[in-house]
Nanobody
Framework: QVQLVESGGGLVKPGGSLRLSCAAS????????KAWFRQAPGKEREFVAS???????NYADSVDGRFTISRDNAKNTQYLQMNNLKPEDTAVYYC??????????????????WGQGTQVTVSA
């Protein structure tokens, strides 16, 4: 089994930065894809960023150029660096791990394991 625990969320002003971390334990699937998704109130969970086995990455258009996903397999940890945050980035952010694909999938169904979520609020 895989356990994912996020940290690093909080309240930040527009234009600010946050770094989310997601530590994995148990079976870590370090050869497979990792991702971040987010869910705002009243909206469906949406793709944010993913990183594959050979460090290829994908980003949602809304965050491309502002967010950076990375992974440190030695620490069993994935990260999401978020810069130039906007109020529309406000959401609960979830990390995810795949047990089946090594590619940087953007699809929610590719990911079997999920963290509990961490709140990010961008407000003046």
């Amino acid at each position: 089994q895989v356990q994912l625990v996020e940290s690093g969320g909080g309240l930040v002003k527009p234009g600010g930065s946050l770094r989310l971390s997601c530590a994995a334990s148990g079976r870590t699937f370090n050869s497979n894809a990792k991702a971040w998704f987010r869910q705002a109130p009243g909206k469906e969970r949406e793709f944010v960023a993913s990183v594959g086995w050979i460090m290829q990455t994908n980003y949602a258009d809304s965050v491309d150029g502002r967010f950076t996903i990375s992974r440190d397999n030695a620490k069993n940890t994935q990260y999401l660096q978020m810069n130039n945050l906007k109020p529309e980035d406000t959401a609960v952010y979830y990390c995810a791990a795949s047990s089946t694909t090594a590619q940087a999938s953007t699809q929610l169904a590719s990911y079997a394991y999920w963290g509990q979520g961490t709140q990010v609020t961008v407000s003046a």
